[in-house]
């Protein structure tokens, strides 16, 4: 997404925006913004700290009602990362390749203040944790940072893909939806949000295109963003932790085994229960876009 963002920006001309787009003003739930504008596929973005960040194609055009745009302050966000880098949001999910539980997406914040204690607990990329060292890391991630998952259960998941068709479409809003109650429950003042990539940027906008509020202030994309970012493998950890969580729940309730993955072996189980329960039974457990009819 083309952006242009103008910082220290004088109280008169962010006055002068604020008449020009009130008409076109739109729903805002960031702590770090003072207020949004939508208008002719561009949004404009005013911040608590002054700066003035337009984005989306040919947003330059639109800034140049209020700025000189031979010099712009072109900020797009930085791909180098540090590990540790404090003051960051990190999401990530688990669960969409696996034809039994729910979809999992964790959006948490890591502050500086946290960092030391986090180093002492283990914390590396969650499939390279066994299931119990998950579900002690994990047990303890969630008493220490802030955190919110979106649990998009079995049922709801299926009534979506019956809805869009399209699995990355559920994960995006999930984590739009993610990041959006994080930061309105914490008040989160991130200097980043990070996302392992699961689709390209434009992509990724596009399938959010219906949602009445989306977080796309410095925003990156970054694969393999567990081994680049703390605050993503600890999300990886506690998506995880409540996927296993979640798992233990549905075979208790239906007393049937749940194995993990999509497998051949676990995709001739979905049918043999497909045989045994009735469609609004199996829902609630099992992700039925799988290719299972014909096994």
Known sequence: MTSCSFKKVNNKVIANIQAYYQPFQIANKDPNKVAVYFVNNITISIYHTKTVLFQGE????EAKKFFQINNPQLTPPKTSLNYYEPNVIGNDEVGVGDVFGPLVVTSCFI???????????????????????????????????????????????NDWYDQYQNSHVIKAIAHNNAIKHLIKKYHCHYRQIIIDQFVNEKKYYEYLAAQPEVINHNVIFVTKGEDK???????????????????????????????????????????????????????????????????
């Open 229 to 295: 970012s703390l605050a993503v493998a600890c999300s990886a950890i506690i998506s995880r932790y409540l996927f296993l969580e979640s798992i233990m729940k549905l075979e208790y309730q239906f007393q049937i085994a749940l194995p993990l993955g999509a497998s051949e072996q676990v995709k001739l189980l979905a049918n043999a229960y497909k045989k045994q329960f009735k469609p609004t039974e199996y829902r609630q457990f099992m992700k039925i876009h799988f290719n299972l009819a014909k096994k």
């Open 58 to 61: 040919h947003c330059e055009q």
């Open 111 to 157: 502050d500086k203040n946290v960092i030391p204690q986090l180093k002492t607990l283990g914390i590396k990329d969650s499939k390279k944790l066994s299931d119990y060292q998950i579900m002690q890391i994990g047990g303890q991630l969630k008493k220490i940072i802030p955190y919110h998952s979106e649990i998009i259960d079995n049922q709801t998941y």
